[in-house]
């Protein structure tokens, strides 16, 4: 792969357009970037390639391209590594002048901070991301930029964030990944300091291309930094430069139209991920400038599962919002909140290989206005979540039965009294292997769990504990074709000996759910 070639750039950009991050948790995210550093929510969508992936936007008060710091939401996802190959962090123009008040309010909030330290002559203060990622604060007049207001009332304008400043890229060969740079993008060197040079584009903005020589590779996930965004002026720059790239042999390119920007991407020889995207249509062109970021866009081509990607997308309040603040609890968990409660809870647990968001969309639709918690089994088989291991078919890992239906005892009374549920009036919902764990909660926990619905559930325990289950009401759903239906009678007979009111209706069906499951529970729900 050829990486630079010693001729003038065809296109020069203008600096950083975006860049473009993964986060574990939205809320501390949105905590962070839209309460404690100010910026302003611009736009919340729906991914592009996998709809169930929030992505938003944050940027100064108009979203002007230069501003925006964007982020993936990998909801509970697992953490990247940092190496080279990969943006190591990214750094927030200000006036020289706010550096004070910056390291006031980063105290204030008990945000790790450190500095100021000069770096290429500017003062800069680093803190950490609720992700962990480095976020430098710089006090700079190099980038001409007109200051605009914070929606955070207590950040005064002269001391809100102007932009971006730079982001760092760490390469094992700095040499060929700014040639690269040079060459396609016409980024042009203007400093050195210690191992990292510097690149600016036409507005004064820069990439940090930092020597990495002997470092580990980088890994995706959360906590990480996806890839840097420059900025184009108009498609014709993107056909430009896509051109520029081909006939240079310089790497696979992929072009998309992302709405709000059309956007073109491609690695440089080291590995990192840069896009060159448009200045416009911008944030506005679907929503007013006044009310950015408030409605959801969901792309196109996933409009016909509007409903479900709505209720699988992580939810957040802004600052200053009502909101229910997610809990630690022994079981990874999603909170949805409806828009007007009706005061009833559904607890839902999936099957093999789901998670969290699985079961979402059902329960939705059995109910809009509960609340609901959806979980994530913490056993794995053959890397797909469980609530508990199986060792055959049809013969499973009573150890960890045991201990998760413990765990998942402890959950369900942490959740009672972190969420205010009315135990009363929630109902636990679980498909296959999450039935099957309520069930053995259920003899094992007595009386935690008042109403179950169990589609496609067996018993799971070798030793059924005494237990007193009067007042327990339990639909089961069992397929007359599902080749584990014959196992559901153990469980009902288990859990009517011990006094619990059991309807279990055989249906034409297999291990899949239908129409007819979604029925039968839903005529239960609205009972409670």
Known sequence: ??????TAPAFKSAGLHHVTLITRKVQ?????????????????????????????????????????????????????????????????????????????????????????????????????????????????????????????????????????????????????????????????ESAREGTTTRLTGRDGDAVDVRDAGGFWTS??????????????????????????????????????DRKYFHSLYVREPQGTLFELATDAPGMAIDEPADRLGEILFIPPHFEGQAETVRASLPQFALPGEPRMTERELPFIHRIVEPENANGRTLVLLHGTGGNETSLLPLGRELDPQALMVSLRGRSLDEGFPRFFRRLTATTFDQKDIIGESAALAA???????????????????????????????MLAHPGLIRHAVLIRAMNVLEAIPAANLAGTSVLMTTGQHDPYGRYAASLEAALAKAGATVDNRLLSAGHELTMEDVRLARDVITAV
């Open 28 to 188: 501390p995210n949105v905590d962070f970037y839209a309460g404690f550093l100010g910026l302003r929510l611009v736009k919340r969508t729906a991914g592009f390639e996998d709809a169930e992936q929030l992505h938003v936007f944050y940027g100064d008060a108009e979203g002007r391209p230069g501003s925006l710091v964007s982020f993936l939401v990998w909801q509970d996802g697992a953490p990247g590594r940092v190496g080279h190959g990969q943006p190591l962090e990214i750094a927030l123009s200000i006036r020289p002048e706010a550096i004070g008040f910056w390291l006031t309010r980063a105290l204030r909030f008990q945000v790790s901070v450190s500095g100021p330290a000069q770096e290429f002559g500017e003062p800069v203060l680093r803190l950490k991301d609720p992700d962990g990622v480095i976020v430098k604060l710089v006090g700079t007049a190099a980038l001409a930029r007109t200051p605009l207001a914070s929606p955070v009332r207590d950040i005064a304008d002269e001391d809100a964030i102007l932009g971006l400043r730079a982001a760092t890229v760490l390469s094992e060969n700095p040499e060929a990944t700014a040639a690269f740079l040079t060459r396609h993008f016409g980024l042009a």
């Open 219 to 256: 890994a995706p996930g959360t906590g990480t930094i996806d890839h840097i965004a420059l900025r184009a002026a108009t498609t014709g720059e993107l056909a430009t430069v896509e051109a520029s790239l081909k006939a240079a042999d310089a790497g696979a390119t992929n072009a998309h």
């Open 411 to 441: 959950f369900i009374e942490g959740a009672r009294d972190a969420y205010g549920l009315d135990l009363a009036r929630t109902v636990f919902l679980g498909y296959s292997n999450g039935a099957n764990i309520l069930g053995a909660v």
């Open 1 to 6: 792969m050829s990486s630079a070639i010693d």
